[in-house]
């Protein structure tokens, strides 16, 4: 480490005074006539229906069972009934997936993919290979 001379100190931006400053900016309120205030703006006479935004990235994705209430129990219930669902139609799929692979066509043999090309290391080597992409 070897002292810099022309040091001084931790740099800083120089800053001009400005006599007219008045502090940050602060929005006028304006009163608004027709504005009055709502404290239950939530409330509505029913709640029977429930949006929801679903944004897929993996097709496929099957969406199900949707269950709103308060209530602990009936949550646990429906969650238990939903898994048995989801058991029996988990083994169905699996059991259709086997029969898919059974049926498909065997793959050839690796063997055979290569069989009938000769290399000719000269060629490779050469002026004639041209390395493509």
Do not use: C
Not at 4 to 28: F, L, M, Q, R, S
């Amino acid at each position: 480490m070897i002292d810099n001379p022309e040091y001084k100190g931790e740099w800083k931006a120089p800053k001009i005074p400005n006599p007219e400053y008045k502090g940050e900016w602060v929005h006028p309120l304006i009163p608004n006539p027709d504005y009055a205030e709502d404290s239950e703006i939530y409330a509505y006479p029913s709640h029977k229906y429930v949006g929801i935004e679903i944004w897929q990235v993996k097709s496929g994705t099957i969406f199900d069972n949707f269950l709103v209430t308060d209530s602990v129990e009936t949550a646990a219930e429906w969650a238990e009934k939903t898994l048995k669902t989801r058991e029996g139609e988990k083994a169905a799929e699996d059991k259709d997936l086997e029969e898919k692979r059974k049926n498909a066509p065997a793959p050839e043999d690796d063997e055979e993919i290569g069989e009938g090309i000769e290399l000719d290391d000269e060629s490779i080597e050469g002026e004639d290979f041209h390395d493509e992409l």
